[in-house]
């Protein structure tokens, strides 16, 4: 159905506005509560976001491969955990409610897993990766737009009782309305399923004869299809997954995502540490960064249709390896450099575009790859591993980041390491 795909790209749109808006003003935020602090609990934060991700994400997903709750009502459900998230975001009175708040967001956020897996149930082997990018593609442009939004915000200063609400801040007020609207728009126009559908007929007790044949036919196509799905247990389920394959895919996703979150960390602690940069140049870095990786995977999606998802992973990861190289010797030349120091900060960026350009030829065609070599009827759950496998991997590289910064050769050491593991 074309139109729910419009939603779960809304649904993606809105998340990537919600990172993007943040991330570049979170270290600021932080910063607020504890200015000799802000870095550990930036780690701290974004590790939160992660680990609720990694506990909802299969639960979502196992949810929906049931049919023990629609699809629009797993995204109404964590359409309300995103509200209540960024409320609590912004009338936060410490660094550790602002971490609570980003925990109650990361469960709304593990639905993709049911968003993958109904769209990869639904679509044939040959599009499934054209399908992944569009929503991909559409997590970059709310990234796009996530700056803008902190932009319009700059001047805001006002209080709320004891609770001083200024630029950074205000952000989750304005995102908790972006979610409302989209649970409303939501509710009112997704295409429901047969079994929905059948059951609303039921409600309004038809009494025309034809009608009640076809409903019942319905009925019981549908019934064979929820028995089909039913019949597949939990031992089934593990004996799909638990496969050399399979962990080989799911590894990759770790490895992927610790270096993505790793960069992603680093970004303000070096724009600041290089450049002095707050919010606003941060902002504009965002909006940049976010036009860069949708014309990657404009150009993944082209190349889709003459290179197989394994090659492109392929050229992913030695990207990985060299960009991993790179930073390790990068954080050792710049232990002392002074604010302002050109060879760094040109450095610097070379390293960061190089990682967000190769970054979707890293992550995207494991979701594809991971639902060729699984069952279809689980689909949901194995995309909710998969997410989760990235969620542990984007906790423990924010934290990696956090406490070993100052060890810049340990910390190069295992980035490598790691990289150059999993492309072999």
């Given at each position: 159905?074309e139109?729910?795909?419009?939603?779960?790209?809304?649904?993606?749109?809105?998340?990537g506005?919600?990172?993007?808006?943040?991330?570049?003003?979170?270290?600021?935020?932080?910063?607020?509560?504890?200015?000799?602090?802000?870095?550990?609990?930036?780690?701290?934060?974004?590790?939160?976001?992660?680990?609720?991700?990694?506990?909802?994400?299969?639960?979502?997903?196992?949810?929906?491969?049931?049919?023990?709750?629609?699809?629009?009502?797993?995204?109404?459900?964590?359409?309300?955990?995103?509200?209540?998230?960024?409320?609590?975001?912004?009338?936060?009175?410490?660094?550790?409610?602002?971490?609570?708040?980003?925990?109650f967001?990361?469960?709304?956020?593990?639905?993709?897993?049911?968003?993958?897996?109904?769209?990869?149930?639904?679509?044939?082997?040959?599009e499934?990766?054209?399908?992944?990018?569009q929503?991909?593609?559409?997590?970059?442009?709310?990234?796009?737009?996530?700056?803008?939004?902190?932009?319009?915000?700059?001047?805001?200063?006002f209080?709320?009782?004891?609770?001083?609400?200024?630029?950074?801040?205000?952000?989750?007020?304005?995102?908790?309305?972006?979610?409302?609207?989209?649970?409303?728009?939501?509710?009112?126009?997704y295409?429901?399923?047969?079994?929905?559908?059948?059951?609303?007929?039921?409600?309004?007790?038809?009494?025309?004869?034809?009608?009640?044949?076809?409903?019942?036919?319905?009925?019981?196509?549908?019934?064979?299809?929820?028995?089909?799905?039913?019949e597949?247990?939990?031992?089934?389920?593990?004996?799909?997954?638990?496969?050399?394959?399979?962990?080989?895919?799911?590894?990759?996703?770790?490895t992927?995502?610790?270096?993505f979150?790793?960069?992603?960390?680093?970004?303000?602690?070096?724009?600041?540490?290089?450049?002095?940069?707050?919010?606003?140049?941060?902002?504009?870095?965002f909006f940049?960064?976010?036009?860069?990786?949708?014309?990657?995977?404009?150009?993944?999606?082209?190349?889709?249709?003459?290179?197989?998802?394994?090659?492109?992973?392929?050229?992913?990861?030695?990207?990985?390896?060299?960009?991993?190289?790179?930073?390790?010797?990068?954080?050792?030349?710049?232990?002392?450099?002074?604010?302002?120091?050109?060879?760094?900060?040109?450095?610097?960026?070379?390293?960061?575009?190089?990682c967000?350009?190769f970054?979707?030829?890293?992550?995207l065609?494991?979701?594809?790859?991971?639902?060729?070599?699984?069952?279809?009827?689980?689909?949901?759950f194995?995309?909710?591993m998969?997410?989760?496998?990235?969620?542990?991997?984007a906790?423990?590289?924010p934290?990696w980041?956090?406490?070993?910064?100052?060890?810049?050769?340990?910390?190069?050491?295992?980035?490598?390491?790691?990289?150059?593991?999993?492309?072999?």
């Amino acid at each position: 159905m074309e139109r729910n795909f419009t939603l779960f790209c809304i649904w993606f749109l809105f998340v990537g506005a919600e990172y993007a808006a943040i991330l570049p003003s979170l270290n600021e935020y932080l910063n607020t509560f504890d200015s000799n602090q802000g870095v550990s609990y930036l780690g701290l934060v974004l590790s939160a976001f992660s680990i609720a991700e990694f506990i909802s994400s299969p639960i979502f997903g196992r949810i929906s491969d049931r049919n023990l709750c629609s699809t629009r009502n797993v995204l109404l459900l964590s359409t309300l955990f995103g509200i209540a998230g960024n409320v609590v975001y912004t009338l936060a009175p410490s660094p550790y409610m602002v971490i609570i708040s980003r925990f109650f967001a990361g469960i709304g956020a593990g639905c993709q897993s049911t968003i993958f897996g109904s769209v990869l149930r639904d679509t044939e082997e040959k599009e499934k990766s054209v399908k992944l990018a569009q929503m991909m593609m559409s997590r970059q442009l709310g990234m796009i737009l996530g700056p803008i939004y902190a932009l319009v915000l700059l001047k805001v200063d006002f209080y709320i009782g004891s609770i001083h609400v200024t630029n950074v801040s205000a952000i989750g007020f304005f995102l908790a309305f972006l979610w409302l609207f989209y649970g409303l728009v939501l509710y009112f126009t997704y295409d429901l399923s047969k079994a929905e559908i059948n059951s609303v007929a039921k409600s309004n007790n038809s009494n025309n004869t034809e009608d009640e044949k076809e409903l019942k036919l319905a009925e019981e196509n549908e019934n064979n299809e929820l028995n089909q799905v039913k019949e597949i247990g939990w031992k089934i389920v593990y004996k799909d997954i638990w496969r050399a394959e399979v962990i080989t895919c799911l590894v990759a996703c770790f490895t992927a995502m610790f270096q993505f979150s790793m960069v992603e960390t680093l970004i303000t602690p070096i724009t600041a540490k290089l450049l002095n940069w707050k919010t606003f140049e941060n902002g504009i870095l965002f909006f940049i960064t976010g036009i860069i990786i949708i014309a990657a995977f404009v150009i993944l999606m082209k190349l889709t249709a003459f290179i197989s998802d394994r090659r492109m992973l392929l050229c992913g990861f030695s990207a990985l390896l060299i960009e991993s190289i790179a930073i390790a010797i990068f954080l050792y030349m710049t232990q002392d450099v002074a604010v302002g120091t050109l060879w760094a900060s040109a450095t610097w960026f070379t390293i960061f575009f190089f990682c967000i350009v190769f970054a979707p030829f890293a992550l995207l065609p494991q979701n594809s790859i991971l639902s060729k070599i699984t069952m279809k009827e689980t689909s949901g759950f194995n995309q909710g591993m998969s997410g989760s496998v990235k969620s542990i991997a984007a906790i423990i590289g924010p934290l990696w980041i956090s406490f070993n910064l100052s060890n810049p050769l340990l910390l190069g050491l295992g980035n490598v390491t790691l990289a150059a593991f999993s492309l072999v």
